[in-house]
């Protein structure tokens, strides 16, 4: 009888869970929290922490879970690895579904960067009016360059304001499109773009509307995570799930 945990918060995740409840496999989608109006899933819903490695390892023991599908932000490394070692310690197959990252293509100007603080850093100077396509979780960070106007979009109306002295804040959920994105950049006057290199269609429209505008664009790489199984498409895990997460490799299914 197979059982899964799908560790969720993207829109891959509850592709797959609709996946799985079509066909009639149990499993339970756990949302770490963070957003306060998820989405309507069609299969059972958790929502908070585990308590870290051994506080998941003891949940899957107990809810007798069979696979670990790990469906988080490629920015959630912690987590990621936790699950790595939570699946070990509980002895059960552990996947990722997650998304290819960004390349930049022809026209793009990107500035490398390998973290939030580096990207923070790199803000230095005159000021700048700058899109922190990040979410809300890091915008506090930036308030160590006051001198920038920022351009802020969130899912959820925040309970209280960033802390940032010069922003403006668009409430609005993905996925956005690339003349939706142009109009919003130009709007605002926007003269430099800062995105996490998450990978995937649903969050790309910035990019190709900064390529567009010529706008240049501050990447920050991915952290790294421990060697896992991959895979990019729900329909690849599914497989997976079918032949009990025993032909996977650390690139694929």
């Known amino acids: 009888m197979r059982n899964i945990l799908l560790l969720g918060g993207t829109t891959e995740a509850s ?26 899933q069609p299969v059972p819903v958790r929502i908070g922490g585990f308590g870290g490695v051994a506080g998941l390892a003891a949940y899957l023991r107990e809810q007798r879970v069979t696979h670990l599908v790990d469906a988080t932000h490629p920015f959630a490394a912690t987590m990621s690895a936790n699950a790595v070692e939570a699946a070990r ?18 026209g793009d100007t990107w500035r490398h960067v390998d973290s939030i603080a580096a990207a923070v850093a790199a803000l230095a100077g005159s000021p700048r009016r700058i899109m922190l ?8 960070e930036f308030a160590a ?12 109306e925040p309970a209280e304001r960033p802390p940032l002295p010069d922003h403006s804040l668009v409430v609005d959920r993905g996925p956005f499109t690339v003349e939706g994105d142009m109009r ?3 709007d605002h ?3 430099l773009v800062v995105s ?38 729900p329909e690849e895990v599914l497989a997976w799930v079918d032949h009990a997460g025993t032909s996977t490799t650390e690139r694929g299914v």
């Open 15 to 40: 592709a797959l869970a609709r996946l799985l409840a079509a066909r009639g496999i149990p499993a339970v989608l756990s949302y770490a929290g963070r957003t306060r109006s998820p989405l309507d």
């Open 89 to 106: 310690l509980a002895g059960i197959p552990l996947i990722a579904l997650t998304r290819p990252a960004w390349v930049a293509d022809t």
């Open 133 to 140: 396509a990040l979410g809300r979780m890091h915008a506090e």
């Open 145 to 156: 360059q006051p001198q920038h106007h920022y351009l802020l979009r969130f899912v959820d």
């Open 184 to 186: 919003l950049l130009q």
């Open 189 to 191: 006057a926007v003269d």
């Open 196 to 233: 996490k290199n998450s990978g995937g269609t649903g969050a790309e429209a910035k990019l190709i509307a900064a390529r567009n505008l010529c706008l240049p664009v501050l990447m920050i790489d991915r952290p790294a995570v421990p060697g896992r199984a991959q895979a990019y498409l």
